[in-house]
């Protein structure tokens, strides 16, 4: 099966952008920035974001254009003779199945909340009776996964690339026309200080592995969603300044959902919370609030449509990417039916707040919270664990090797003074965040 390309470069850094911004962005990163010292938490934040964030980023792209192939073989395909690392190919392809059995739910339910402002009806909306609603749930889960493979089932240059190109490019503007009518609201000042304003006495630990988690997970590195888009570019760039193309794009978007919330939430005296309350409950209520509230809450959950469907489109096209490879289906075949199996296991999240009960960690959790424990606390960081041990040891691919496709092309290129930071900063600092993760997860 002929390799696809896309088209240009833009295309790459939209597509790969896309896939790492979601509504960790729009709800995770403000909060924290905000609770954890304002401009000081930044700046930390963006010190993790280069130390570890780039590396994972350029390694992840670097193995998929090696690689010429899905993540289901990359690893066999660099691995040297009598290697075994071509089993964390299937690692990969579980991982993404994982995050869109509860991630299309999410975007189900984003996409609701955009119907119920643009048709004018948001001013009794609640979260809670949302997810419970099993009709609700299946319905937007269905239009979230028709649309999705509805747009890959085309070649990937029509397809996935015209439409993420002007989804982002929509998201992009959509944020600025935002951000700057929050600037001005009455509580603009206050909210701007709350998120802003350095404060380093809340600097401590736990800040520092806050901002260290969130640089890196935010990439979502460790199953191929990066590779992906790897495989499908040529040689004239080296992969360092298209990782600081992805990342800036991606803290941006970061960035700028703070400026839009937290005047609004000032504004209205309404508590800023950390969760999924924060996108439904309370920037609900900001907007009910809100002369013109229904414009504004519209173009709201619009723009949260493109961030949360552009990275259901990149996790699925590794998907669809994986199987076609596995099976040499086309396109349309692949798409329906990846679309009705991840449809089939999705319905574990969407029934599960009334219909498939089910409490695999503390009380009120749910088949979503097995769904997220799973990728977020074990396959990315094991994946980027693996992907970095790879990569930069002479039991894996190597250094040299790494180091030769990663600087092919013009641009930033990956110094040699950089190897310590590759080979044992990043797999460290990984290691931790696994580790830290598990001792402090809620278990019961």
């Known amino acids: 099966m002929k390799r696809e390309q896309l088209g240009s ?10 896939c790492a911004i979601g509504c960790g962005n729009v709800w995770k990163f403000p909060w924290m920035c905000g609770q954890y010292g ?3 938490f930044m700046l930390i934040y963006l010190l993790c974001l280069i130390v570890l964030g780039i590396p994972a980023l350029v ?35 579980v991982g993404n199945i994982a995050l869109i059995a509860f991630y299309s739910v999410v975007c189900g339910w984003i996409v609701y909340y955009f119907t119920k402002f643009l048709a004018g009806q948001y001013t009794n ?38 439409v993420n190109k002007y989804m982002m490019s929509a998201l992009l503007v959509l944020m600025l026309v935002l951000a700057v009518h929050s600037l001005t609201l009455d509580g ?8 802003l304003k350095p404060d380093f006495s809340k600097i401590g630990g736990s800040v520092f592995v806050g901002a260290m988690n969130q640089a890196f997970f935010t990439l979502s590195t460790g199953m191929g969603g990066m590779a ?78 493109f961030a949360a469907l552009s990275t259901v489109l990149g996790v699925c096209e ?26 089939l296991l999705a319905l574990t999240t969407a029934l599960g707040y009334s219909v498939l009960h089910f409490q695999p960690f503390a009380d009120g959790t749910a088949w979503l919270d097995f769904w997220d424990f799973l990728v977020s606390n074990n396959i990315l960081p094991l994946g980027s664990l693996v992907l970095s041990l790879f990569c930069c040891n002479g039991f894996g691919w190597g250094w040299e090797n790494f180091l030769v496709e990663a600087n092919m092309g013009v641009g930033l290129k990956v110094k040699g003074w950089m190897k310590p930071v590759f080979r ?19 278990w019961r």
């Open 228 to 305: 992906i888009f790897g495989s499908y570019i040529g040689k004239e760039h080296s992969l360092m300044g298209e990782a600081v193309n992805v990342i800036t794009l991606d803290t941006l978007v970061a960035f700028l959902a703070g400026v839009i919330i937290f005047p609004a939430c000032f504004t209205y005296n309404l508590e800023v919370n950390a969760g999924p309350s924060l996108l439904f409950d309370t920037m609900a209520a900001v907007f009910s609030n809100m002369p013109g509230g229904r414009v504004w809450g519209t173009l709201f959950f619009l723009f949260m449509i």
């Open 38 to 40: 304002g401009g000081s």
């Open 9 to 18: 470069r833009m295309g790459f850094i939209m597509l790969s952008a896309g």
């Open 188 to 195: 603009a000042k206050e909210g701007m200080s709350f998120y």
């Open 318 to 343: 590794n998907i669809l990417a994986m199987v076609r490879e596995k099976t040499g289906w086309s396109r349309k075949k692949g798409s329906l039916i990846c679309g009705v199996g991840l449809f």
């Open 125 to 162: 909306l609640g979260f809670v009776s949302m997810i419970t609603n099993p009709k609700v749930n299946v319905i937007f889960l269905f239009v979230t996964l028709v649309i999705t493979f509805a747009v890959l089932c085309s070649h990937l240059q029509g397809g996935l690339e015209r």
């Open 424 to 442: 044992y900063v990043v797999p460290l600092a990984i290691a931790f965040i696994y580790i830290y993760g598990m001792v402090t997860f809620n």
């Open 59 to 93: 390694m992840e792209f670097t193995i998929g254009r090696a690689a010429q192939c899905s993540p289901l073989h990359m690893y066999q395909k660099l691995q040297k003779p009598g290697q075994k690392w071509g089993a964390f190919g299937w690692f990969c392809l």
